[in-house]
């Protein structure tokens, strides 16, 4: 079955840009919108944008200044990248696939710790 | 955007009793377009019911989801062990997405 893994610095310094990718593995990334979702420490969950395989965005207003998303078909990832960090944005960033445009996430990755520190 | 507000905050029940998640929103979700996650320490969520009553591929029958508008209800008619855990309700019917901010279930 489909599988994610994020990868990415576990550690960015403020005002600088954090970077993760998602590699998608047992099937194609094709035809799928691909998320990203975050949850800091003993909180809840944010979605913060999504990318279809054609490279169309959409991003969560409060993140969108600050936020891009690409895609890699032919490596079968996606990535993220957040400018201007602070320590507010210390979380567990997750992927997640949806089926279409107004879908549920499933499956997702296991997450990675992104800390934002000097 | 559509804000959900999930209750009770922690639910203290134990094995065998009915657990019963609330998730309202600000403003009607579109077609029910609802979903439930359960989320243990340490792992990401995973999908229980989407549609707001359909339950995803390999979820036990004791999980149901009712509810359409801005009323859903997560139902776990008989709790086992594993199902001790954190759950999220997400609408997806507008942009942005988003999610309730979790109700613990915990043992009592």
């Known amino acids: 079955q489909v599988q994610l893994q994020e990868s990415g610095p576990g550690l960015v310094k403020p005002s600088e840009t954090l970077s993760l990718t998602c590699t998608v593995s047992?099937?194609?990334?094709?035809?799928?919108?691909w998320s990203w979702i975050r949850q800091p420490a003993g909180k809840g969950l944010e979605w913060i944008g999504r990318?279809?395989?054609?490279?169309?965005?959409n991003y969560n207003p409060s993140l969108k200044s600050r936020v891009t998303m690409s895609v890699d078909t032919s490596k079968n990832q996606f990535s993220l990248k957040l400018s201007s960090v602070t320590a507010a944005d210390t979380a567990v960033y997750y992927c997640?696939?949806?089926?279409?445009?107004?879908?549920?996430?499933?499956?997702w990755g296991q997450g990675t710790l992104v800390t934002v520190s000097s | 955007e559509i804000v959900l507000t999930q209750s009770p905050g922690t639910l203290s029940l134990s094995p065998g009793e009915r657990a019963t998640l609330s998730c309202r929103a600000s403003?009607?979700?579109?077609?029910?377009?609802l979903a439930w996650y359960q989320q243990k320490p340490g792992q990401a969520p995973r999908l229980l019911i989407y549609?707001?009553?359909s339950r995803a591929t390999g979820i036990p029958d004791r999980f149901s989801g009712s509810g359409s508008g801005t009323d859903f209800t997560l139902t776990i008619s008989r709790l086992e062990p594993e199902d001790f855990a954190v759950y999220y309700c997400?609408?997806?019917?507008?942009?942005?997405?988003?999610f309730g901010g979790g109700t613990k279930v915990e043992i009592k």
């Open positions: 997640a696939r949806a089926p279409g445009s107004l879908y549920w996430f499933d499956p």
């Open positions: 047992g099937g194609s990334i094709s035809s799928y919108y």
């Open positions: 990318i279809y395989t054609s490279g169309s965005t």
């Open positions: 403003q009607s979700v579109s077609s029910s377009y």
């Open positions: 549609g707001a009553s």
């Open positions: 997400q609408q997806y019917g507008s942009s942005p997405s988003s």
